[in-house]
């Protein structure tokens, strides 16, 4: 069964450091999502690319927060420099297109800010 | 950002009962989506409904779709431990900005 790939599972980090999180979509699917998810909340949307263009990027604290796609296939969150508060499950998710909500998620990354 | 009222906020319940929870929203929803999430790991999508009254079945679990548009529930029958998780709604506006908004989640513990 076609599944969205994530990676790194678990990532620990000091503060002030850079960390990225990478996202294999399911093939096909021309719509991905990153969200971010803190324990005890639902998933809140980072941004959302339609093949490798952004089209929702509102909630994605630019200042220290990148997204890209390049080639429309899969996708690199980062974060530089990484703070405390970031702390939470980072979530790729994808779907068949734009008009079609029903986005399939991966396992996630745990990311720790020490 | 924007969210989705969604309760009960938890349930303890007990094997073999059944279980309702719900979310409502002030907007009209295009879509409302049902998804399942195991502690450390990504949600799983269980139901999506599109049309206004529409009712689905996966398998224990029923949703419907509410007439405002404004609405959804989720039962499930025959509760087994391995429903045991948070439970969250999520739905599509159907305005200009079609964006997902989701629920806060209803926590879900079953006794054997």
């Known amino acids: 069964e076609a599944e969205v790939a994530q990676s790194p599972r678990y990532k620990i980090t000091e503060k002030s450091q850079a960390v990225a999180f990478w996202c294999d979509p399911i093939s096909g699917h021309a719509t991905l999502y990153w969200y971010r998810q803190i324990l005890g909340q639902g998933p809140e949307l980072l941004v959302q690319f339609q093949d490798e263009s952004v089209v929702d990027d509102s909630q994605l604290p630019k200042d220290r927060f990148s997204a890209e796609r390049l080639k429309g296939v899969d996708s690199t969150l980062k974060i530089q420099p990484a703070e405390l508060g970031d702390s939470a499950m980072y979530l790729c998710?994808?779907?068949?297109?734009?008009?079609?909500?029903?986005?399939?998620f991966g396992q996630g990354t745990r990311l720790t800010v020490v | 950002g924007q969210q989705l009222n969604q309760s009960p906020q938890s349930m303890f319940i007990q094997e073999g009962e059944d279980v309702s929870m719900n979310c409502t929203s002030s907007?009209?929803?295009?879509?409302w989506l049902w998804y399942k999430q195991d502690p450390g790991e990504g949600p799983v999508l269980l139901i999506a409904l599109y049309k206004a009254g529409e009712l689905t079945s996966n398998g224990r679990l029923t949703a419907q779709f509410g007439i405002t548009r404004k609405d959804s529930f989720l039962n499930i029958s025959a509760s087994i431990p391995s429903d045991v998780g948070i439970y969250f709604c999520a739905g599509q506006w159907a305005g200009n900005n079609r964006k997902l908004i989701w629920g806060l989640g209803t926590s879900l513990a079953v006794n054997p």
């Open positions: 998710a994808s779907s068949p297109g734009q008009a079609n909500t029903e986005a399939f």
């Open positions: 907007s009209i929803f295009n879509t």
